[in-house]
């Protein structure tokens, strides 16, 4: 499985970007895809994830309201439409997947898109 991120860049406090991820390969794999996110000095965490099988979704506290999770499977392309955008956002995002190999299950990273709010 390939990711490929695009999306990112500056935006003002308060309003909105949109980041998308183009999977390919083996995409009938993936069992669950999610957004990641590292600021500087700090740890990757999770931004949202969405279960291909039945659209559920989740999301971190901090985004919730904000931050919306998506996925158009005949496009094998995952989506995260970011509104209210704040400083506190600023980071690297990730696009996540994870695929059923075998009898196990690999995570598959993109090479992240930096998103930058400015206050």
């Known amino acids: 499985v390939q990711l490929v991120e695009s999306g990112g860049g500056l935006v003002q406090a308060g309003g909105s970007l949109r980041l998308s991820c183009a999977a390919s390969?083996?995409?009938?794999?993936?069992?669950?895809m999610g957004w990641y996110r590292q600021a500087p000095g700090k740890q990757r965490e999770l931004v949202a994830v969405?279960?291909?099988?039945?659209?559920?979704?989740n999301y971190a506290d901090s985004v919730k309201g904000r931050f919306t999770i998506s996925r158009d499977n005949a496009k094998n392309t995952m989506y995260l439409q970011m509104n209210s955008l704040k400083s506190e956002d600023t980071a690297v995002y990730y696009c996540?997947?994870?695929?059923?190999?075998?009898?196990?299950?690999?995570?598959?990273w993109g090479q992240g898109t930096q998103v930058t709010v400015s206050s």
């Open positions: 390969g083996s995409t009938f794999s993936i069992i669950a």
């Open positions: 969405i279960i291909p099988a039945g659209g559920s979704t």
């Open positions: 996540n997947a994870e695929a059923v190999v075998g009898e196990t299950v690999v995570d598959y």
